[in-house]
């Protein structure tokens, strides 16, 4: 009998493989207007994760959603969404408005930072955020090992996952942070999203080797490369990575090979080092598209329920935009809120 093996996806109901359609369509279909905005002059700057969100969702539906620490960076719109944070609070971060979680309105956009879903915000030097998972994950480890909080208690964070790009993995804090969880076998996972460029700067030029999960070798972490393109591959993963995390069994190093579709950021023209018929290719090959497919093969999408939600996307999107045009900007009067440390008289 040919053997069969199991992944962890194949478990998954059918309610929960097109909610996570739902998080990767919400996820475009935002980032979309987000560069229509940009281009009507009415935000300064948007990033994008386009090309990105069917490794995030993936990801993001292997971990306690809202209780385990994510340390996202800017690329990560489907992550986060797939968390919790609302339509409505990502607009109000694009259009530095009133009710902006990450830091009241402060930082620039896509600094993901939400107290209420256990989201910390990075600042923007990249890979500084690694050496502060890696952190928060040994507290939780330190929390099991005296006693403190249980690892079987699903109600308390019990890993800390961040992720960044593989151009930042040369920076100094990647090495630190990945060498820390592999000394101390934390329960943390760092997610590489593998779009082959550095801005302008391709693969070859940022690393020697030919995947940056083979770097786990050298800290002592699982490591593993997955098809960033395919939400359930990236799933079944992260699924194997965060159970290892949950009992005690160390970090991991995961690769998720993507595309960015999008410049840089609305900052940046790619037409200067990205041939157009790379980036034609990779659209063909987009991770939306994809997953839709195999949702219709498998009679899980329709037409009709496919149109019912870009219905729905575009109704959250409308509303999230109105209501950051509608929002105040922040009180000049609390332009030193949070600067300084305020003391009772
Ligand atoms: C320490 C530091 N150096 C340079 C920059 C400017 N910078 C911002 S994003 C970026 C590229 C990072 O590439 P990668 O890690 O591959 O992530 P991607 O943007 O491709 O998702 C650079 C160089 C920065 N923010 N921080
Ligand atoms: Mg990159």
Redesign the pocket.
Known sequence: MPETTARPSDSLSAETLLEMYWYILLSRRLDERSWVLHRQGKIAFH?SGMG?EAAQVGAAFAIHRGVDHVVP???DLALVLAIGVTPREFMLSLFGKEGETSSKARQMPSHWGNRRLNILSTS?????QVPQAAGMAFAIRYNWQTGRTDPTDSSQPRLALTC????????GEWHEGMNWAGVHKLPFICLV???????S?PFEQ?MAVSTVAQRATAYGVHGETVDGTDVLATYDVMFKAVQRAYRGEGASLIEAKCY?LTP??SDDDDRSYRPREEVEEAKRADALIKYESWLTERGLLTATLKAEYEARARAAVDDAQHHAEAAPYPAESSIHDDVYAEHAE
């Open positions: 990033i990105h960076y800017y690329r923007s030097p990249v890979a500084t960044l790009g593989e151009g930042s993995t040369s920076q999203q593998n779009n082959n460029y550095a801005i700067v940022q960015r840089h950021s």
